[in-house]
């Protein structure tokens, strides 16, 4: 899949007459150099009630990747094979600092005694739009998703691993959620 990504907005005019607002590339795209291969693109945010008409576009002063609750952020990624991690030019420092800067709010998630394991308190619903791509939870659980196929991730503990030498697009929508409740102890 080209890394490029083409977003199409619509709005209003003035009368209230249905418009193309915006045709071109995110405004939030991150083609990583610590992370070769890794592209990252904030397609479009909603506050939690979102009004019509969309006075701007908001997603280039989003501040945090993972959404509060009832907002929801529309990102489309692009994984590498996970041997970029073991290729002698890989440096983890540099690589957190890119993440920091490139995906704040999210990059703060990921475990750093658990490569890759992070959580976010958001239902995250997507497709795997090219390429293969494996969901790791607890335990080292995984299933493993190909193109096409959808899922939704619950606010769970995770990991993407992609095991293969081609790279993996997903496009997902998170959708902020409250998660004050723990689940009790069984």
Do not use: Y
Not at 3 to 24: E, L, M, P, Q
Not at 41 to 58: G, K, Q
Request: a negative charge; glycine letters at 8%.
């Amino acid at each position: 899949m080209d890394n490029k990504i083409r977003r199409v907005v619509t709005g209003h005019d003035g009368n209230g007459k249905s418009v193309f607002c915006s045709d071109g590339a995110p405004p939030r795209t991150a083609d990583f150099v610590h992370l070769p291969g890794l592209v990252s693109r904030l397609v479009w945010s909603t506050p939690p009630v979102p009004t019509l008409p969309v006075a701007e576009d908001p997603t280039p002063a989003v501040a945090s990747f993972v959404p509060p609750p009832g907002e929801t952020r529309f990102v489309v990624v692009t994984l590498p094979p996970d041997a970029i991690f073991g290729h002698p030019d890989f440096d983890p420092t540099m690589a957190r600092e890119e993440h920091l800067r490139a995906e704040p709010g999210l990059a703060e998630t990921f475990e750093a005694d658990s490569p890759g394991m992070h959580t976010t308190p958001t239902v995250d619903c997507g497709v795997v739009l090219e390429g293969e791509i494996w969901l790791e939870l607890d335990d080292g659980k995984t299933v493993h998703l190909k193109r096409h196929d959808t899922f939704v991730q619950n606010g769970t503990r995770h990991a993407w691993r992609n095991k293969t030498n081609a790279p993996a697009t997903l496009a997902v929508v998170a959708i902020g959620a409250d998660h004050s409740k723990k689940l009790a102890a069984s």
